[in-house]
């Protein structure tokens, strides 16, 4: 009967608290007992999935499509254009780009974070939109 559970897509925490939520003080027969309430908390059938339609991401600009719609991986926006690039000088034309080559330089990334420090500190200091109240420490002042 506990496999019934699981097959209706209960998890064993589920299993456990259907059997022992709101146990009675004294069980004369063990058997019987979670039998029954195996049985009344049965988790209701799980609904059949539909048969799905097997769907595929162009490779250029990562629009959904059947594999029939896509040959060569592509839409036809970027089949019939030049490819679109990833979003950085000399990017390689993928949406999902991860070669790292392609994209700024650790030196840009690094300038870019600590601009965005800078600024996050300033608004902090400042008491920004969005921002919470500088914190003190326990003398009062200001801490860095």
């Not at 049965?42 to 769907?55: C, F, Q, R, S, Y």
């Not at 089949?79 to 993928?94: A, I, K, L, M, N």
């Not at 939109?129 to 801490?143: A, E, I, N, T, V």
Request: hydrophobic share 25%; with cysteine; glycine share 14%.
């Amino acid at each position: 009967m506990a496999g019934e559970w699981f097959r209706r897509g209960a998890s064993e925490t589920q299993l456990v608290y259907g059997i022992t939520l709101l146990m009675p003080s004294q069980i004369t027969h063990p058997f019987g007992f979670v039998q029954s309430r195996l049985l009344a908390k049965l988790p209701p059938e799980l609904p059949a999935t539909p048969p799905g339609v097997p769907m595929t991401e162009c490779l250029g600009c990562g629009a959904a499509g059947r594999p029939d719609e896509l040959p060569g991986g592509l839409c036809r926006p970027c089949r019939s254009t030049e490819p679109v690039r990833c979003g950085v000088r000399g990017g390689c034309g993928r949406a999902s780009c991860t070669d790292p080559t392609c994209g700024p330089s650790p030196k840009t990334v690094r300038g870019r974070a600590a601009r965005i420090r800078r600024e996050m500190r300033n608004r902090r200091e400042r008491g920004g939109p969005g921002m919470p109240p500088p914190r003190r420490s326990r003398r009062g002042r200001k801490r860095r």
